[in-house]
Structures are given as C-alpha cells and as structure tokens.
C-alpha cells in the first residue's frame, strides 16, 4: 500500500488533534477535532463516485456506439 504525503499529513495531525484535545491543550469539540479524518472520508467517498460515474458514463457511450455501427451494418 502506498502512502502519499497528504495521506501522512492528514494521519499525523488528526493525531496530534486528538492528543491535544485529550491532554486538555485544547478546548474545540470533538467535531473540530475530528475535521481531518472527517474531510478525508468525504473526499474519499467523492473520488469513488466520480470513478464509479466516469464508469457508467463510459459503457453507456460505448453501448450507444456498438447499436450505432450495427444499426449501420442492417
């Protein structure tokens, strides 16, 4: 699994988020807290619909192509 920079950023201030708010150096809720974590599961669900939509989106283009050309061939 490969780990890219912003996933390590992402991962080391959610941490250091929860200690601070843990050890009292902080006072936010912990739906500030949490924001990082929060932010990247959004983004993640976002990425995974776009790819799932350029999918469809492709085999419908591909299927109206294909009843293009046999449409042509009769």
């Known amino acids: 699994m490969k780990i890219n920079i ?3 950023f992402m991962a080391t201030l959610q ?3 929860i200690v601070l708010k843990i050890c009292g150096v902080i006072n936010w809720s912990w739906l500030v ?3 990082p ?3 990247f599961v959004i983004i993640n669900i976002l ?3 776009l790819v799932l ?3 469809a989106y492709k085999k419908r283009r591909l299927k109206k192509l294909f009843e293009t050309i ?3 061939r009769e």
């Open 47 to 49: 990425v995974i619909a």
């Open 70 to 72: 046999n449409a042509r």
């Open 53 to 55: 939509y350029m999918k």
């Open 6 to 8: 912003l996933d390590f």
């Open 33 to 35: 807290v949490l924001i």
């Open 37 to 39: 974590i929060i932010l």
């Open 15 to 17: 941490i250091v988020f």
